[in-house]
C-alpha cells in the first residue's frame, strides 16, 4: 500500500536544514551530508523523448532492445502499457502534461507554417495556468529543465517555474542536450553539480528530441547480433524529410519500409543510452523518482503517411509511460488500464503531498499501484489543432471514434480490441454507437473551461527554425 510523503511542514523544516548544510559543504561524493529526505524523493526526473511511440520501445513489449536502460528502469518501477498523449502535436501534448490541461483548452491552436512566406507562428502557453514546475518551485524544489524542441521554447511559455531553463531551445542532439542539462546544473550549484544537487530537492526536465525526423544512421544500431536491414537503403533514407521519403515510400518495397523502422530505432536507442550516461553522471538512485514519456508517437504508413501531427490514429497518441522510485512505489508492476501523460501533474501531487492547482483534468495514477483498474470508466479525449489540420477523438474502453473537422470532413469508428491497426472503420455499420461516442466527445469538451482568453502568437520565423521546420516537412506548402 502507498503511503504520502511526509506533512509539508516537517518537509520544509528538513528543506532549510538541509540547505544550510548544503552551503557548509559542496564536496566530492562520499562526503555529501545524507539529506533527510522525509519520506521524499532527493530529485524528481522528468524525461521526455521525442516521437516515441509506445510499441517501439522495450517497455511496450517490442521485440528489438530500444530501450535497454529506460526498459530497466521500467521493471523496477510501474509500466503503464496503454497510454495516451493528448494530442499528435509536441505543443499541445506537452503543454498538457506540464499544466494538466486537456489539449482543447490550452488555447494553442492554429500553429501556422508556410513555406511561401518563410513564416512560422506559434502560440504561447499562457501564464494563467499554474505549471508543474511552478507548483514544485512553491514547494522549495530547485527546478532545471532544458527542452531541445523549439516548439518548448522559453519565448513560448515552456520556462514557467524554471530556476534555470535552456533559453534557446534550438533542436539540439541528445548529447549536446546533456552538456545542457550540465551546464544549467552548474549555473544553479557550482562546479560540483554533479554532488550537490542532493542538497536540496530537485526537479529535472530533460526532452530529448533525436527520434524526430529526419532519422539519422546510428553506427551502434542494430546491435551486435540483431538483424540489419539492407545498408543501401538505410544510406537512401538516411537523414531525408518526411516530403522527400513520402516520394521514396510512394509504393515501398517492405525491406525499405524496415530500414526506414530501422533508423528511427536506432535514434531512441542512441537516446535511451544518451539518458543513461547523464543519469550516471549524475548518480541517480533509488531515492529519485523519474517519469518516461513521450509527446505522441509515428506513423509509419499505417494510415497512408509519415510522421505526426497529421491525426489520431493509435500510433501517433500511444506514448510509453514509467514511474519509478523504489524507495516507495512498487517495483515491476505492469498496469494495463487506460493512462494518460496528463496523469502526470496529478500523480506527483498525490506522491509529494504537493498543493496543486485546482481543475487538473487527468487522474492520479496512484489508485493502480494496488488495483489493476480504475473503479469508474475512463475515457480519453484527444484534439489535434493547427492550420489546416483539425481533429478530435474520443476513446471509451476499446471503442474509439475520430473526427475530422479538415481537411475533408470525416468519421472514423473503430474496435480496438478486434482491430488495434483502426483499418475497419464501423461508422456505417454502428451508427448508433458512433453517435453516442460523438455525443459523448461532445459533452466532455463542452464541460471542460474555456481556453485562456487572449490568445498570444509569436513569430518565429529565423532562418534556422524555417529551415528546421521545413527539414521536419511540418510546413505547409
Ligand atoms: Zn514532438
Known amino acids: 500500500m502507498f503511503r504520502p510523503a511526509g506533512s509539508r511542514a516537517a518537509a520544509s523544516a528538513a528543506f532549510f536544514v538541509a540547505l544550510a548544510a548544503g552551503i557548509a559543504c559542496q564536496r566530492e561524493d562520499a562526503s555529501v551530508p545524507a539529506r533527510d529526505l522525509d519520506g521524499r524523493p532527493n530529485a ?12 517501439h520501445t522495450s517497455l511496450g513489449g517490442y521485440d528489438k532492445p530500444t530501450t535497454p536502460f529506460l526498459g530497466a528502469l521500467a521493471r523496477d518501477g510501474v509500466n503503464f502499457t496503454r497510454t495516451y498523449a493528448t494530442s499528435s502535436f509536441t505543443p499541445l501534448s506537452m503543454a498538457s502534461l506540464v499544466t494538466g490541461a486537456e489539449a482543447v483548452t490550452l488555447g494553442l491552436g492554429d500553429a501556422y507554417f508556410d513555406a511561401q512566406s518563410q513564416t512560422a507562428v506559434q502560440p504561447v502557453l499562457s501564464e494563467s495556468f499554474t505549471t508543474l514546475a511552478e507548483t514544485l518551485q512553491a514547494h522549495g524544489f530547485l527546478t532545471i529543465g532544458a527542452a531541445s524542441n523549439r516548439h518548448l521554447a522559453a519565448d513560448l511559455g515552456f520556462a514557467q517555474g524554471f530556476d534555470h531553463y535552456y533559453e534557446s531551445a534550438a533542436f539540439q542532439r541528445a548529447s549536446a542536450l546533456n552538456r545542457i542539462a550540465k551546464s544549467l546544473l552548474k549555473d544553479a550549484l557550482g562546479d560540483a553539480y554533479a554532488t550537490a544537487w542532493r542538497q536540496q530537492p530537485l526537479f529535472l526536465w530533460v526532452h530529448y528530441f533525436d527520434p524526430h525526423d529526419p532519422y539519422y544512421r ?7 547480433g540483431q538483424p540489419a536491414p539492407d545498408p543501401r537503403r538505410i544510406r537512401q533514407l538516411a537523414g531525408k524529410s518526411y516530403g522527400d521519403l513520402e516520394r521514396e515510400l510512394e509504393d515501398p518495397a517492405p525491406e525499405t519500409l524496415e530500414a526506414l523502422r530501422s533508423l528511427y530505432d536506432g535514434e531512441i536507442h542512441d537516446t535511451d543510452q544518451r539518458f543513461q550516461e547523464l543519469w550516471e553522471h549524475l548518480g541517480f538512485d533509488d531515492d529519485t523518482l523519474v517519469i518516461f514519456t513521450s509527446d505522441h508517437g509515428e506513423e509509419f504508413l499505417e494510415h497512408g503517411g509519415l510522421g505526426h501531427a497529421k491525426g ?7 506514448v510509453p509511460l514509467m514511474i519509478r522510485w523504489p524507495a516507495k512505489l512498487p517495483r515491476g508492476r505492469v498496469v494495463h488500464a487506460t493512462a494518460s501523460i496528463l496523469d502526470v501533474y496529478p500523480t ?6 504537493l498543493a496543486a492547482p485546482e481543475g487538473l483534468s487527468g487522474r492520479s495514477l496512484v489508485p493502480l499501484f494496488d488495483t489493476p483498474d480504475w473503479p469508474s470508466p475512463r475515457p480519453i479525449l484527444l484534439e489535434l489543432d493547427r492550420q489546416k489540420e483539425d481533429w478530435l477523438a474520443w476513446v471509451e474502453g476499446d471503442h474509439k471514434v475520430i473526427r475530422r473537422v479538415q481537411p475533408d470532413p470525416w468519421v472514423g469508428s473503430f474496435d ?3 482491430d488495434p491497426g483502426e483499418t475497419r472503420n464501423l ?5 448508433d ?6 455525443a459523448g466527445l461532445a459533452a466532455a469538451r463542452a464541460a471542460l473551461p474555456s481556453p485562456p482568453a487572449g490568445q498570444r502568437y509569436l513569430d518565429i520565423s529565423d532562418e534556422q527554425t524555417i ?5 521536419m516537412g511540418y510546413v505547409v506548402e
Do not use: F, N, Q
Open 433 to 438: 454507437r458512433t453517435a453516442a461516442a460523438l
Open 348 to 353: 506527483l501531487a498525490e506522491l509529494l503531498d
Open 44 to 55: 524528481v526526473v522528468l524525461v521526455t523523448i521525442d516521437t516515441v511511440r509506445a510499441d
Open 416 to 418: 480496438l480490441a478486434a
Open 427 to 431: 461508422a456505417d455499420v454502428e451508427p
Open 467 to 471: 529551415d528546421a521546420l521545413k527539414a
Open 312 to 318: 489520431l490514429y493509435e500510433e501517433v497518441v500511444r
Open 218 to 224: 546510428r553506427p551502434g544500431w542494430p546491435l551486435p
